[in-house]
């Protein structure tokens, strides 16, 4: 019962934390695609559920971008519904192994599971792929991970 009540916990904070979304720069696919660019502007808006639609309906016209199933495990995740982020973050590595959004927020969907090591493995992925060149994820997971630990 006390391993549930603080698994709810950090899932609450993670899902109500101030931290902003990494969501990317348009492709010029996606700059095409005014679904992702009204996504994206739910996502930000926070409108969960308006950014679910707005996504399916990209995903139906381009059924394998990575991008788009990120954002689909994202507003899934913060919506509330792991299961289906989980889902969406597996497809878009399925299609991009290296999509470090991905990795990021696959990391904090294992924090708010509470499996930590999992998520640590999504940050080794992150180290290896942004150790030529800092990225905004590897920063943003391992604070995660820190405000977890506490």
């Known amino acids: ?25 348009l492709t010029n696919s996606d700059s095409n695609n005014s679904n ?17 639609n707005l996504f399916e309906k990209a995903l139906a016209a381009q ?5 788009i199933h990120n954002f689909l495990g994202y507003a899934h995740r ?23 959004s991905t990795l990021e927020y696959l990391g904090e969907a294992y924090i708010s599971l509470g499996n930590l090591e999992l998520a640590n493995a999504q940050l080794d992925r992150l180290k290896s792929l942004c150790a030529t060149s800092p990225c905004e994820e ?11 630990a506490k």
């Open 1 to 25: 019962m006390f391993k549930l009540l603080i698994r709810s916990i950090v899932f609450t904070l993670i899902v109500f934390s101030s931290a902003h979304a990494n969501l990317g720069n």
């Open 36 to 52: 992702i660019i009204k996504g994206k502007a739910a996502l930000q808006e926070e409108s969960w559920s308006t950014a679910i």
């Open 63 to 67: 059924p394998d971008s990575a991008d």
């Open 78 to 100: 913060k919506s509330g519904d792991i299961n289906k982020a989980l889902e969406h973050y597996e497809m878009a590595l399925d299609i991009n192994p290296d999509h470090k």
């Open 138 to 148: 590897l920063n943003e997971l391992e604070q995660a991970l820190l405000r977890a």
